[in-house]
């Protein structure tokens, strides 16, 4: 791998609080951060339920990714992890790496696809954690050191799991974030969000009930925001609300994780491959092992 390349795969780093993430997306190809967000939400009111296709066309300035056809594997790139780092030490960070590494599965796939992730190690997070690591790591590019230069701090992106889900979508409220994904959430604070959000669920989640959690954060959102819920053939072992943990091995971990990458590599890198898993009435999360896609404000 060039220095060139292993400059722009730094383009988005990524918090996570316990169960949530945060992301900030890596410089442009020449190794300096971009100071514009191009993530473009559009305008617009509620679906009218008849799943238009989408005409946005997201991506943060001057980043890209090579293409892949299989958005479940792991990424072009080598990760590693670094522990107790971050504000004040609470914090874990899943980076691109020069030597190949093993690394838990969610998290080290979105890190091998260009992504900065730092995750905070609190069993009780919040949006205040979530934003707290996601502020510490955009800074990190005017600090000397790994990333300085190597960030762009205006293209951001949360994501979260469970309690972190809905701390995710809490931050997604950060002037920079392009982008924000919950996985079998908590309710979140989505009025108060401005990019676009993703929320992932399953039939067979019943630690985060669905119809209590999910579809009120979905109902009070006012951006472009895609719904999606796994059928229960999808999850054929009932791995449930541990799905995106991959504690039950299920054939619906590379499903919700698929979903995961695609999501980020639209809103960062405007990669047109993954416009299929949301564009359109044949959408990916639009059909079978998906089921009931629900989408308000696309075009």
């Known amino acids: 791998m060039s220095g060139e390349s292993m400059r722009m795969t730094y383009q988005t780093a990524l918090t996570v609080a316990l169960m949530g993430m945060s992301v900030a997306c890596s410089s442009s190809s020449n190794g300096?951060?971009?100071?514009?967000?191009?993530?473009k939400t559009p305008g617009g009111g509620e679906d009218s339920g008849s799943m238009p296709a989408g005409s946005t066309t997201p991506g943060c300035e001057g980043l890209s990714v090579p293409p892949i056809?299989?958005?479940?594997?792991?990424?072009?790139?080598?990760?590693?992890?670094?522990?107790?780092?971050?504000?004040?030490?609470?914090?874990?960070i899943y980076r691109l790496m020069t030597d190949p590494s093993t690394y838990p599965d969610l998290l080290g796939t979105l890190a091998s696809h260009g992504f900065?992730?730092?995750?905070?190690?609190?069993?009780?997070?919040?949006?205040?954690?979530?934003?707290?690591?996601?502020?510490w790591m955009a800074a990190q590019n005017s600090v000397a050191g790994d990333y300085q230069d190597k960030l762009n701090p205006t293209c951001l992106v949360t994501i979260g799991y469970s309690?972190?889900?809905?701390?995710?979508?809490?931050?997604?409220?950060?002037?920079n974030v392009v982008a924000t994904a919950s996985m079998h959430g908590l309710r979140g604070a989505s009025?108060?969000?401005?990019?676009?959000?993703?929320?992932?669920?399953?039939?067979?989640?019943?630690?985060?009930?669905?119809?209590?959690?999910v579809t009120p954060t979905f109902n009070t959102s006012t951006v472009q925001t895609f719904y999606a819920t796994l059928s229960a053939a999808g999850d054929p072992t009932n791995a449930g609300h541990l799905i995106p943990v991959d504690i039950i091995p299920s054939p619906a971990n590379a499903l919700e994780r698929a979903a995961?990458?695609?999501w980020l590599r639209l809103w960062v890198y405007s990669d047109p491959g993954a416009r299929a898993y949301f564009y359109g009435d044949d959408c990916v999360l639009c059909k079978d092992p998906w089921?009931?896609?629900?989408?308000?404000?696309?075009?």
Not at 163 to 175: K, T
Not at 291 to 299: E, I, M, Y
């Open 32 to 39: 300096k951060a971009s100071d514009k967000s191009a993530a």
């Open 69 to 92: 056809t299989d958005y479940s594997a792991k990424g072009p790139y080598p990760t590693m992890v670094v522990n107790g780092t971050g504000s004040d030490g609470l914090y874990t």
């Open 116 to 135: 900065v992730i730092i995750a905070s190690n609190s069993t009780t997070v919040t949006t205040a954690l979530v934003t707290a690591g996601l502020d």
């Open 163 to 175: 309690l972190g889900g809905g701390a995710s979508v809490g931050a997604g409220a950060h002037a």
């Open 191 to 213: 009025d108060a969000l401005h990019a676009p959000l993703l929320l992932l669920t399953s039939e067979t989640d019943t630690f985060v009930p669905p119809a209590a959690n």
């Open 260 to 262: 995961m990458v695609a």
């Open 291 to 299: 089921t009931n896609p629900q989408r308000k404000g696309w075009n």
